[in-house]
């Protein structure tokens, strides 16, 4: 086989790969949303009165950081079933992605928090505010916009680690072009059109999210 | 796991050489390919500054394993042929190069303006200016960034798996399909990829840190 490019080929194949896009986005969005959650009840987890939760905590998301994605979607997957949870390759990769981007986020909003003045938490705490009223109405509307920026670049993070789903049957772009490529023994116009899909896509959102930093930087006065 | 660690940790074992080995080659493509184009993107030739800033886009824009599967399957329809192995370090080293290229440019970019003016006034030329003053300099600013970043590459060799090349990843998940021990399989890989990266990886560049400062006089 030699190097020729079909385009015929290409509209042929082009509507299962734009099915398989919005898979991509759906997933993509759907570990996001987890990731954001649980990464700020993980970053709030360690802020409590409990020394020993904040070093588990702290440690958990370090061996979570530290280790292969792709392998903590095979570990879910596998192991599930094994204690008795059995999950659909939906359900485990998204499982799998929150979790592993959590412990990202939980980083950003962690810096978020700490980067709010000092004097905040003291006018709260003269204001005699439970500490719920604190987080909720003083520190994190001001730690939020803090980490948009960071958050923002784990949104195009995780788009772009959508593709280890494959390794699951999840039917996003990757296992798409490799089902095509295997049914037709033409791997060029599939894989090349993945690169392109994902160039188009996560190019102008990383372009948005500098917009977007730009933008919070002047109005937060930074 | 007593039992598992004593049948199937010589394989495990072979597995973490050949992560390890990705891992060295790997590095060094990443080490390669940000310096050339942390510095081309900074050249005052804008074919130059085009062709890196397209490597960088490109490899920072798409997936790893797009870009893995991409030099291992499409490539030979160009009459590149690339073994396994080879594919698979240049791969992740290329990709991880491209997030180094802006750790480059940006600790360049810092090194004070005092040190740049300098170097101008004792009529130093370009080359001898970025050698012997700004990047020694720029070295240590990018030493940090660069340790989490070898820890995304370690993560990343991982995927080499996926085209065959046996490694960690690879020997855990012929365990699992042959055993179904998924716990034990996938944890020890786990462990050992955590290991990999917070007894070697971190301590080693944490050490490397310390020396380039002391060399700098700054420590």
């Not at chain 1, 095979?74 to 485990?92: E, N, R």
């Not at chain 1, 439970?130 to 995780?158: E, K």
């Not at chain 2, 180094?100 to 004792?122: D, K």
Request: proline content about 5%; charged content about 15%; hydrophobic content about 55%.
């Amino acid at each position: 086989m030699t190097f020729d490019w079909k385009w015929d080929f290409v509209w042929e194949i082009a509507p299962r790969l734009a099915a398989a896009t919005l898979n991509t986005l759906l997933a993509a969005g759907s570990g996001y949303a987890i990731a954001l959650v649980l990464g700020l009840a993980l970053a709030l987890g360690q802020r409590t009165r409990w020394p020993a939760l904040t070093f588990i905590l702290r440690e958990t998301l370090e061996f979570i950081r530290s280790t292969p994605l792709v392998l903590q979607i095979f570990f879910i997957f596998y192991v599930g079933p094994q204690v008795g949870i059995t999950l659909s390759p939906w359900v485990a990769g998204m499982m799998a992605i929150g979790l592993h981007y959590s412990a990202y986020l939980a980083e950003v909003y962690r810096a978020g928090i700490v980067a709010v003045p000092k004097g905040q938490w003291e006018a709260c705490r003269a204001l005699n505010m439970t500490t719920r009223d604190t987080y909720a109405r003083i520190v994190l509307p001001q730690a939020v916009p803090q980490a948009i920026p960071g958050m923002g670049n784990y949104l195009v993070g995780i788009f772009k680690d959508t593709p280890m789903l494959s390794v699951i049957g999840v039917t996003e772009l990757m296992q798409t072009a490799n089902a095509i490529g295997s049914e037709t023994y033409r791997f060029l116009e599939p894989y090349t059109l993945v690169g392109v899909i994902f160039l188009a896509l996560s190019l102008p959102t990383a372009g948005l999210v500098r917009l977007l930093e730009r933008v919070l930087r002047r109005k937060l006065g930074m | 796991m007593w039992d598992f660690l004593q049948t199937y940790g010589g394989r495990l074992a072979e597995g973490t050489l050949v992560t390890a080995a990705q891992f060295a080659l790997a590095t060094a493509v990443a080490l390669v390919a940000a310096l050339a184009a942390g510095l081309g993107r900074l050249s005052a030739h804008w074919p130059v500054r085009a062709a890196a800033t397209t490597y960088v886009e490109i490899f920072r824009g798409t997936s790893l394993l797009v870009q893995l599967y991409w030099i291992f399957y499409v490539l030979p329809l160009f009459g590149i042929s690339l073994p396994k192995l080879t594919a698979g370090f240049l791969s992740v080293g290329l990709n991880v190069g491209a997030y180094g290229a802006e750790i480059v440019r940006g600790s360049i970019l810092s090194v004070q303006r005092g040190q740049w003016e300098a170097a101008y006034a004792l009529s130093m030329s370009p080359w001898k200016r970025m050698r012997r003053i700004i990047l020694p300099q720029a070295l240590v600013l990018m030493l940090p960034p660069w340790g989490n970043l070898l820890i995304e590459l370690l993560k990343g060799t991982a995927l080499v798996a996926l085209i065959g090349v046996a490694d960690l990843m690879f020997v855990a998940k012929q365990i699992n399909g042959s055993t179904f021990l998924s716990a034990e399989a996938f944890g020890t890989a786990l462990v050992i990829y955590y290991l990999l990266a917070r007894v070697l990886i971190t301590p080693a560049m944490r050490r490397l840190e310390r020396s380039m400062a002391r060399r700098l006089g700054r420590a």
